[in-house]
C-alpha cells in the first residue's frame, strides 16, 4: 500500500476542522444613502457618524473582521458598495467570489425598499443561487417616520428566500445579528467555504477572485492558530 500524504490528509479534514479560520468575503449593497457603511462602521468598530457628517462611499470601501460563530473561527473581508448608479460598472466586479450577500434599505425610505428587486436581478446576474441573501432593514431608530413595515420586510425576504431583520447602525440594535445569521447561513453551506479536497479537486473559495485579500497569506491551511494577517 502506497503511503498516506500528511499533506492530503490534512487538506481533507481542514474543512471539518474547528480550529481551522474559514475566510469569507461579504458583499453589502443597496441604495445610495440607506447606511451601508454605518452598519459596517457600528459592527467592526463599534462606532457611528451622524448623517450629516457622512460622505457617500467612492466605489467599494473594505473591512476585514474576526469573529467566532458556533465555535468556528470565522475571518471576514466584507465589501461595502456604493449606490450610485454610475458607480455600478467597478463594483460588479465584485460580486465574483461572494459567499453572503447583504441587502440594505431605509425603513424610512419606501423608494429604497421598492429598489430591492433589481438589486436582486444584479445578483441573479452575477452570484450563484446557493449564496446566502439576508434583507436588512435599517435606521429603525426612525421608527416615527417608518414608511415601511416589519411584515412588508419579512414578507419580500420570504419570497425571495431570504433571511430578513431589522435594524440600526445609530443605535447598535440588531447590526451584530445581521453578520452573525449570515454567517451561520454560510457555515451551514461547505460548499461555499470548503478547501481544497483530493476528492473534488474543487474549492469553496476562488483564487484570484477581483476583490479578493488572502487574508491568511498562506490560505486555509496556516500552521497555528491561522488568525494572522491584517488585525483590522
Known amino acids: 500500500m502506497p503511503p498516506v500524504?500528511?499533506?492530503?490528509?490534512?487538506?481533507?479534514t481542514a474543512g471539518t476542522n474547528p480550529?481551522?479560520?474559514?475566510?469569507?468575503?461579504?458583499?453589502?449593497?443597496?441604495?445610495a444613502s440607506v447606511g451601508k457603511s454605518s452598519l459596517l462602521l457600528r459592527f467592526s468598530d463599534e462606532q457611528w457618524i451622524p448623517e450629516d457628517e457622512a460622505t457617500a462611499t467612492i466605489g467599494v470601501d473594505f473591512r476585514v473582521h474576526k469573529m467566532e460563530v458556533n465555535g468556528r473561527k470565522v475571518k471576514l473581508s466584507i465589501w461595502d458598495t456604493a449606490g450610485q448608479e454610475r458607480f455600478r460598472t467597478i463594483t460588479s466586479s465584485y460580486y465574483r467570489g461572494a459567499q453572503g450577500i447583504i441587502l440594505v434599505y431605509d425603513v424610512a425610505n419606501k423608494e429604497t425598499f421598492d429598489a430591492l428587486p433589481k438589486w436582486f436581478t444584479e445578483i441573479d446576474t452575477y452570484v450563484s443561487t446557493i449564496v446566502p441573501k439576508i434583507i436588512v432593514g435599517n435606521k429603525l431608530d426612525k421608527e416615527h417616520s417608518r414608511q415601511v413595515s416589519t411584515s412588508e420586510g419579512a414578507a419580500f425576504a420570504a419570497r425571495k428566500e431570504a433571511l430578513f431583520l431589522e435594524a440600526s447602525a445609530k443605535t447598535s440594535v440588531g447590526v451584530r445579528e445581521v453578520f452573525e445569521d449570515l454567517v451561520k447561513r454560510i457555515l451551514e453551506t461547505p460548499e461555499l467555504w470548503a478547501p481544497v479536497t483530493p476528492d473534488s479537486g474543487k474549492r469553496g473559495q476562488e483564487d484570484g477572485m477581483p476583490g479578493t485579500i488572502d487574508l491568511n497569506g498562506r490560505g486555509q491551511n496556516q500552521e497555528g492558530d491561522g488568525?494572522?494577517?491584517c488585525g483590522c
Open 5 to 12: 500524504s500528511t499533506t492530503a490528509v490534512e487538506t481533507s
Open 19 to 31: 480550529a481551522t479560520p474559514v475566510n469569507v468575503k461579504l458583499l453589502l449593497i443597496g441604495n
Open 227 to 229: 488568525w494572522g494577517g
